[in-house]
Structures are given as structure tokens and as C-alpha cells.
């Protein structure tokens, strides 16, 4: 069975920081992993997919990169700002089509 | 606008009686799954639909069942809704169910579901 870990559980940074927010899972045998962020209350804002076969995806200020033998991947983070502040969610799309999400890093970024 | 559109956004019903929330995306998407959300653990996936007629199980699917009969409808059923049910429950629909990079999940804005 596919777990998949997220840490830290919660990250408070000042605003402008890089940072790194960690995904890892168990069974490396995955089509593609996303990431996802969730406003309170709010449903789920696609950020970046990263297909088995690639290494990594940029968008803007963000940076995935996947390595699936370590079953590890990180979502980077530029230049953060107070508009970040979110909980960010990976989650990885597995054989027989099923999806299994982390629980998530609750950041907020500080002015 | 591309999106996918669930209903009824908020919902409070009793032990037992039978309800349906329905989902609908205008992507022409042929893969569509539900999920429930809960405080400390996270999302976990219902059902799933890699086309019509084509349905299969999750990892928590007992209570539940789904039905696609057509492409762009996938509604979850809850034929005797009990109290560990409520839950914040989102659908979610891609293009396909393969690796290809154009499978990105796209998610409804949620319904929350009480059962009382």
C-alpha cells in the first residue's frame, strides 16, 4: 500500500525566504506526482505535475523535482511572500489509477 | 470556463436517509474520482472512473457508490449516510488515467456533508 509523507507539518518563515517543503512515498512504482496548495476552506489549486519519467517542473517562483528511486519530492519555493501562505498537498497517481495524497505542510509565510 | 461543478455545496441530513452529490465536469475529462477529507488524515480517495461504465474502488469506498452512465456526471451516493461520514468531500477529473503530463487533477470546490 501506497503512504505518503509529508514534513514539516507546519513551516512559519518571514516573508522572502527560499524554502523546501518535503514529499515522500513508499512504493516507487508511480505514473506522476502533483502538487497542490488549499486555501482554508477552499478546494484544491493545481502548481506543478511531474510525470514518472521526468526530473523536475518549474512554474513561476516554484520548482518540483522528483526522484523516484529515493521515492522523494521536493516543491522549492522562491522568494516567498505573505500570498503563499497556504497548506501545500503532493500526491501521487499510482498503478490501477488510484491517488494517494500526503497530509500536507501548513506554511505561512510572515510580513 | 473549464471546471468541475459539484453540488450541493453544504449539507446537513439525519442517520439513514439517502442522498447524492453530484459532480460534473465540461472538459470532456474520462477520468473522475471522488475524495473525503478529514482533520489528520488528510484526503483519501472514494471511488474512481476511468470512463463510462468503468468504475472501481478506492481505499475507502465502504458507504458509498458511485454510478457513470455519462462522461461528464459522476455522482457519489450515500444510500444510508451515518455520522462517521460527514466529512469535506471533493471530486476531481483528468483527461486521463495515464502518466502522460496532461493528466493533471482538476478539483471541484468541495461539498461539506454533516450527518446527523
Known amino acids: 500500500k501506497q503512504e505518503v509523507t509529508q514534513i514539516p507539518a507546519a513551516l512559519s518563515v518571514p516573508e522572502g525566504e527560499n524554502l523546501v517543503l518535503n514529499c515522500s512515498f513508499t512504493?516507487?512504482?508511480?505514473?506522476?506526482l502533483q502538487w497542490f496548495r488549499q486555501d482554508p476552506g477552499k478546494g484544491l489549486t493545481s502548481l506543478l505535475l511531474i510525470q514518472s519519467s521526468q526530473r523536475e517542473q518549474t512554474s513561476g517562483r516554484l520548482n518540483a523535482s522528483l526522484d523516484k528511486s529515493s521515492g522523494r519530492s521536493t516543491l522549492y519555493i522562491a522568494a516567498s511572500q505573505p500570498g503563499d501562505s497556504a497548506t501545500y498537498l503532493c500526491?501521487?497517481?499510482?498503478?490501477?489509477?488510484?491517488?494517494?495524497f500526503g497530509t500536507g505542510t501548513k506554511l505561512q509565510v510572515i510580513p | 470556463e473549464a471546471q468541475v461543478t459539484q453540488n450541493p455545496r453544504y449539507l446537513i441530513t439525519v442517520t439513514g436517509k439517502k442522498l447524492t452529490v453530484t459532480c460534473s465536469q465540461n472538459?470532456?475529462?474520462?477520468?473522475m474520482s471522488w475524495y473525503r477529507q478529514d482533520p489528520g488524515l488528510g484526503l483519501r480517495q472514494i471511488y474512481y472512473?476511468?470512463?463510462?461504465?468503468?468504475?472501481d474502488k478506492g481505499d475507502v469506498p465502504e458507504g458509498y457508490k458511485v454510478s457513470r452512465k455519462e462522461k461528464r456526471n459522476f455522482p457519489l451516493i450515500l444510500e444510508s449516510p451515518s455520522p462517521n461520514q460527514t466529512s469535506l468531500y471533493f471530486c476531481?477529473?483528468?483527461?486521463?488515467?495515464?502518466?502522460?503530463?496532461?493528466?493533471?487533477?482538476?478539483f471541484g470546490a468541495g461539498s461539506r456533508l454533516t450527518v446527523l
Open positions: 476531481a477529473s483528468s483527461l486521463s488515467g495515464g502518466s502522460s503530463g496532461a493528466n493533471v487533477l482538476t
Open positions: 512504493d516507487s512504482a508511480i505514473y506522476n
Open positions: 472538459m470532456n475529462h474520462e477520468y
Open positions: 472512473s476511468m470512463n463510462v461504465e468503468v468504475t
Open positions: 500526491a501521487v497517481r499510482r498503478r490501477y489509477q488510484k491517488v494517494t
